[in-house]
T-cell receptor, first 109, second 117 residues
Framework: GQNIDQPTEMTATEGAIVQINCTYQ??????LFWYQQHAGEAPTFLSY??LDGLEEKGRFSSFLSRSKGYSYLLLKELQMKDSASYLC??????????WGAGTKLIIKP | GAVVSQHPSRVICKSGTSVKIECRSL??????MFWYRQFPKQSLMLMAT?????????EQGVEKDKFLINHASLTLSTLTVTSAHPEDSSFYIC?????????????FGPGTRLTVL
């Protein structure tokens, strides 16, 4: 079957670093996406990885290991506005996104 | 780039009425659009995949006669919730896929919050 696992909730402190992990099992693989979703709003695209390694984009970085079926999203210099849910999604062989349930990130001052 | 609009943003209707939601890709052509539903504190649930000029592909458990999807152009897809009932109250979100060799990134509209009284 197809499955995406990510923690339900995480808490971090403003200014710190947090890593949100995601493991995936899908029928085929065409890339791993991370989206940010604030409460009551639609998701916004953060990153896409299809090759192994780290992709850095400002305060956010995303890592992929295809052999391990593993990705993480790294958020640095956390700000209060980073409080949101972070959705991991794997694109399967039919180019369909298989979504994780999301990780709710709570930032404390 | 890759902006998706959705209208209306919020709608309240009486039970038994129909509601149409529009999804537009503003600065690109989208051969494929997706319709999702999200209940409070739950993950996105894909309802259907909409391809321009052809019938939508519905996910298992989604009634195609209740949720009518029309993708008449490369920039517009509509979802009509027919004979809406209170249990249809939810956050409906569309996304449009930007084509590419990678299969394309999905960009989301802002969502429509439907409340059926």
């Amino acid at each position: 079957g197809q499955n995406i696992d990510q923690p339900t909730e995480m808490t971090a402190t403003e200014g710190a670093i947090v890593q949100i992990n995601c493991t995936y099992q899908t029928s085929g693989f065409n890339g791993l996406f991370w989206y940010q979703q604030h409460a009551g709003e639609a998701p916004t695209f953060l990153s896409y990885n299809v090759l192994d390694g780290l992709e850095e984009k400002g305060r956010f970085s995303s890592f992929l290991s295809r052999s391990k079926g593993y990705s993480y999203l790294l958020l640095k210099e956390l700000q209060m506005k980073d409080s949101a849910s972070y959705l991991c999604a794997s694109m399967d062989s039919n180019y369909q996104l298989i979504w994780g349930a999301g990780t709710k990130l709570i930032i404390k001052p | 780039g890759a902006v998706v609009s959705q209208h209306p943003s919020r709608v309240i209707c009486k039970s038994g009425t129909s509601v149409k939601i529009e999804c537009r890709s503003l600065d690109f052509q989208a051969t494929t659009m997706f319709w999702y539903r999200q209940f409070p504190k739950q993950s996105l649930m894909l309802m259907a995949t909409s391809n321009e000029g052809s019938k939508a592909t519905y996910e298992q458990g989604v009634e195609k006669d209740k949720f009518l999807i029309n993708h008449a152009s490369l920039t517009l897809s509509t979802l009509t919730v027919t004979s809406a009932h209170p249990e249809d109250s939810s956050f409906y979100i569309c996304s449009a896929r930007v084509g590419g060799a990678d299969g394309g990134t999905q960009y989301f509209g802002p969502g429509t919050r439907l409340t059926v009284l």
